[in-house]
């Protein structure tokens, strides 16, 4: 998990899946109301010292969708390709990237999820990114060695 950024399970979820697989396996259970509780949960991460709890991050289905290794791999390479084409690979002072990165005001997400110990970013998938946000723009050249205010 900790290389990927993955999605974690809640703890909810975590009790849900032992009291399936108890039902399944036939393991006696102690759960009242059909469900492990907290003193469970707890004592499965003090058993399990490689989890902790997380804060999710939210993102968008559709931008997560498009977070995949065969994706990015084939835009470095792309890259990589211009990059060659127009000679610019010991260049860097000729390179430049403009990002935009939105600043999200008014969504206030406090969902805890088991995650690896290590895993920092974990993410949420979202119905859409209709938050109120503001939006930062910076422009740099490969070598940090020139910003261009946008």
């Not at 950024?5 to 975590?14: A, S």
């Not at 792309?78 to 084409?85: I, R, V």
């Not at 690896?116 to 938050?131: D, L, P, R, S």
Request: proline letters at 3%.
């Amino acid at each position: 998990m900790k290389n990927k950024g993955d999605f974690g399970l809640t703890r909810n979820q975590i009790c849900s899946f032992a009291l399936q697989i108890c039902n399944e396996t036939g393991i006696p259970h102690p759960f009242s109301n059909n469900k492990a509780g907290k003193d469970w949960i707890y004592g499965f991460m003090r058993r399990n010292n490689n989890i902790v709890l997380r804060k999710v991050e939210n993102s968008s289905y559709w931008r997560l969708m498009r977070f995949d290794k065969e994706i990015v791999s084939a835009r470095f390479e792309l890259l990589g390709k211009t990059l060659d084409k127009i000679n610019l690979h010991n260049q860097p002072h000729l390179i430049y990237n403009a990002d935009e990165s939105g600043l999200q005001l008014t969504y206030n997400c406090s969902q805890l999820v088991l995650v690896e110990k290590g895993c920092k970013f974990v993410h949420a998938a979202t119905q859409g990114e209709k938050v109120e946000t503001d939006t930062v723009v910076a422009c740099t050249n490969a070598t940090g060695t020139n910003w261009i205010p946008l």
